[in-house]
């Protein structure tokens, strides 16, 4: 199901007369997040296809086992470090880790350039942490800000060693484990800050449900952090290691394979029957030209086949009198005449001194 919205903003005078543009319009859509298009996927997979060495890196995680085309990877799940423990060298620069790569790109990618850390409620630092990265071509524009629900089972961390807990020691915590679930901090299924052009503010992942609201709203509990416009979610490993026995491996030089415990927590809990609701967010803008063409306008035509001869004379002696052309599209040009934009017609509209044209111009993008 696709849900609309629309939003309209003030007029821009285009400055002819004989063109003018209607209010421009913010159409904001709604749908589902997951490739068989509903809200809630139960089921995900990783992909024996992709290869040892990237898995070190990231893990892509699919909707289906199948290999057809619509069974997209949904999103990626990873593991950062700030200071690169977790996960062992490949090679080259000592502390050059994979879980350190992925810290700094996520840095790179999320945070202002003077800063080094991610922050919880702006001040509990958080040194490493569990990322999922949606795939662009399924949240669109942006991830839909009260509209999505990760839940996560608790794994059997707390029994293990921590150097240990990978691989197949990772297992969700007995057969009917706690559940949790996060939500981000909005409040505001609408999305209002976000919407009509205006990026989205970063929100707060925190304890809670799509059906009963954040747990706890006076003192909720920070899990991590949501960038709507990115598609990315971040979550600090710390706070999972406490709440649902993560038990992440942090030892220098030690292949921790941290980010298959996220893949097992967020499969366990589907596994129990509660599952990964997201939506996705598409925002086009829409301009709306009115173009009238006079009956002494547009009559002759330069294509070669209307006129021949280094002169350029009317080959159809007719014409010279009774001209008749095929208006076949429209340019769209900016105060200093720049070509912008060409809108094509649906058919060519016969044109001569006999007849006048208005035709209405959509613009989206």
């Not at 199901?1 to 159409?27: A, F």
């Not at 929100?203 to 416009?229: F, Q």
């Not at 649902?244 to 029957?273: E, R």
Request: a negative charge; aromatic letters at 12%; glycine letters at 8%.
């Amino acid at each position: 199901m696709i849900m609309s919205r629309i939003y309209r903003s003030v007029t821009r005078p285009l400055g002819q007369d004989n063109k003018v543009m209607e209010s421009p319009e913010t159409i904001i859509e709604t749908r589902a997040l997951w490739s068989n298009g509903t809200g809630e996927l139960f089921t995900f997979f990783t992909s024996s296809l992709q290869t040892t060495s990237s898995k070190e890196y990231y893990y892509e995680v699919w909707s289906s086992a199948s290999l057809e085309c619509e069974d997209a990877q949904v999103f990626s799940i990873t593991y950062g470090h700030y200071a690169g423990s977790g996960s062992s060298s490949p090679g080259g620069e000592t502390g050059d880790t994979p879980s350190r790569a992925i810290y700094s790109q996520y840095r790179l990618l999320c945070l202002e350039h003077d800063e080094t850390l991610f922050y919880l409620t702006g001040s509990i630092p958080v040194n490493h942490f569990y990322a999922i990265n949606f795939n662009r071509n399924k949240v669109g524009d942006k991830l839909d800000p009260g509209n999505f629900q990760i839940s996560i089972a608790e794994l059997s961390g707390s029994g293990k060693v921590n150097s240990s807990h990978t691989g197949s020691a990772v297992q969700v915590s007995g057969s009917s484990p706690k559940i949790i679930t996060l939500i981000d901090d909005s409040t505001d299924s609408s999305d209002a800050l976000g919407y009509n052009g205006i990026p989205s503010p970063v929100r707060n992942l925190v304890s809670g449900s799509l059906d009963n609201g954040i747990y706890n709203p006076s003192n909720p509990h920070y899990y991590g952090l949501v960038y709507a416009d990115l598609g990315t979610v971040i979550i600090s490993a710390d706070v999972l290691n406490q709440s649902a026995s993560f038990n992440t491996v942090t030892g220098s030089g030690v292949a921790g394979d941290n980010s298959f415990k996220l893949f097992t927590a967020i499969s366990g809990a589907a596994a129990t029957g509660s599952g990964f609701t997201g939506r996705s967010v598409d925002v086009k803008h829409q301009d709306f030209y009115f173009v009238r063409i006079s009956n002494n306008e547009f009559n002759y035509s330069t294509n070669p086949t209307y006129v021949s001869g280094s002169d350029s004379f009317i080959g159809n002696t007719q014409f010279v009198t009774q001209p008749i052309t095929y208006i076949t599209s429209i340019g769209l040009y900016d105060f200093n005449r720049n070509l912008l934009a060409v809108a094509k017609l649906s058919k060519p509209l016969q044109k001569s001194f006999n007849s006048e044209l208005s035709i209405t111009v959509k613009l989206e993008y």
